[in-house]
């Protein structure tokens, strides 16, 4: 029942913050209350580190016995899998303005879309010749590789979650090809979503 009980707590904060990240909401913010544009993504990230926090603690109180884990020769798998999210993260870092994403780039200017972090124009450089969203892929990876053994709380988390990255990865590519049209839509046929080819296919930049 607990168990239950953490899924479904899990599912509710990333329906919540797929919801307060919809550009319908989004939207809805600006036209309502455009004073507070220039905040939204700060105070949105905010409420992510704050309402993850007792979901986390719940998650850590249910701890119990060990039901999957990276022993034996899974145990270098496990750091190289490791090494490899760490690594997307850090290069989709060079790529991605974080100040925009962060939400402190929208406090020294007026925005609109309530600080929408999508540019006019469409990045391919650096590690998004190679990968679409490397973020969202660094985070799949990190969340079977972030404990070396799994109890039955840590396998519902990570179920749970990379079912919400799966989903907010579509939506995502959703408001990106509304923003890009058919240039997002060229570029879905030629980079892969979250981890990179071994070789870049034809007509890769």
């Known amino acids: 029942m607990k168990l239950a009980l953490l899924a479904l707590m899990w599912a509710a904060w990333g329906g919540l913050h797929s919801l307060l990240i919809s550009p319908s909401w989004m939207r809805l ?44 020769l899974l145990l270098p798998v496990r750091f190289v899998l490791l090494g490899a999210a760490l690594w997307l993260f850090w290069a989709g870092a060079r790529e991605y303005d974080l100040g925009v994403v962060g939400g402190l780039a929208q406090l020294r200017s007026s925005c609109s879309f309530a600080g929408s972090p999508y540019a006019e124009e469409l990045r391919t450089t650096g590690i998004l010749k190679r990968v679409r969203h490397p973020w969202y892929g660094g985070a799949l990876l990190l969340l079977w590789t972030r404990t070396g053994a799994f109890d039955a709380a840590e396998l519902v988390t990570s ?11 579509r939506l995502e590519e959703r408001k990106l090809l509304h923003v890009h049209g058919q240039a997002y839509r060229d570029y879905q046929g030629r980079v892969p979503m979250f981890f990179p080819w071994p070789w870049p296919k034809d007509g890769a930049p």
Not at 159 to 169: E, K, M, R
Request: charged share 10%.
């Open 159 to 169: 179920l749970v979650l990379t079912v919400y990255v799966l989903v907010g990865a």
């Open 29 to 72: 913010v600006s036209a309502r209350f455009p004073r507070l544009c220039p905040w939204y993504r700060l105070g949105y990230n905010c409420l992510a580190v704050l309402t993850i926090l007792p979901l986390l603690f719940f998650k850590n109180a249910l701890a119990g016995e060990i039901l999957l884990g990276w022993g034996g």
